[in-house]
């Protein structure tokens, strides 16, 4: 039994070895791909045009090297260089590629003052102290009755009342309100909700009063997605439910 454990674990080392030798090449590649995502978290990053241009341009630089490389040994480093620095700007590149305020139809480089955004609500509500919160897609933006197709996400504060609480998601709605840059962090301590944010891809956000919204009576949400959010919010009730009687329970214990 023993010999035959020693050879199990011999040819599992093996095995491990050979996998760890194939998924090399693929991890290296990787790692310098990743960093590039990880650095645009940090603020180390360049204009999306400039990350693909250096992506590009040392991709070129590689390849020419790769060709001359059999002839000009001494050129190894710079192999690893050029392909390093080539995905590195490759992740950031992916990042600001994915960037909504980089496309040329973002909500807020077509909208002027006084202009009306069209938005369809994308997730249910969650109530604040004072308002209602959601999210929304800004589906076009209405400029002087002329309506223009627009892209971006924004979060949406409201009224508490019993007639906002009937909002839902997929409801399309007409704002009026001006929309404002989520605020960075005051303190250096305090959570940088905005670029918490901004990992979803939300850089605004609006506080419509009463008479600044309007449902426009459609719906377009996707039934499945609305059955899912649905559900969430019964469940969420239900373990809100059982919190609230087994906190009473252990009191009258």
């Not at 199990?8 to 290296?28: D, V, W």
């Not at 939300?202 to 009063?209: C, I, L, M, S, T």
């Amino acid at each position: 039994n023993g010999l035959v454990f020693n050879a199990g674990m011999q040819y599992a080392a093996k095995l491990n070895k050979k996998m760890t030798l194939r998924l090399a090449p693929f991890l290296k590649l990787l790692l310098p791909f990743s960093l590039g995502i990880v650095s645009t978290f940090f603020g180390y990053n360049v204009f999306l045009f400039y990350s693909v241009l250096l992506s590009v341009c040392y991709l070129v630089f590689y390849l020419i090297l790769t060709l001359w490389f059999k002839r000009i040994r001494k050129y190894k480093s710079l192999l690893g260089i050029a392909l390093f620095a080539s995905l590195f700007f490759a992740g950031q590149a992916n990042i600001n590629i994915n960037n909504l305020t980089n496309k040329y139809d973002y909500f807020d480089k077509l909208r002027a003052k006084n202009d009306v955004l069209l938005l369809r609500i994308t997730d249910a509500l969650t109530a604040k102290q004072h308002k209602y919160k959601t999210l929304a897609d800004v589906k076009a933006v209405i400029h002087n009755g002329k309506t223009v197709p627009a892209s971006g996400k924004i979060l949406v504060f409201v009224d508490k009342s019993i007639e906002n609480s009937s909002l839902k998601y997929g409801d399309e709605l007409l704002c009026a309100s001006e929309p404002m840059a989520i605020p960075g962090p005051k303190n250096p301590e305090e959570f940088d909700y905005k670029k918490y944010m901004a990992l979803a891809n939300v850089y605004h956000q609006v506080f419509p009063e009463k008479d600044e919204w309007k449902l426009t009576g459609k719906n377009t949400g996707y039934a499945v997605k609305s059955y899912i959010i649905n559900l969430r919010a019964k469940l969420s009730g239900y373990f809100e439910e059982m919190l609230a009687n087994s906190k009473k329970y252990w009191r009258w214990k």
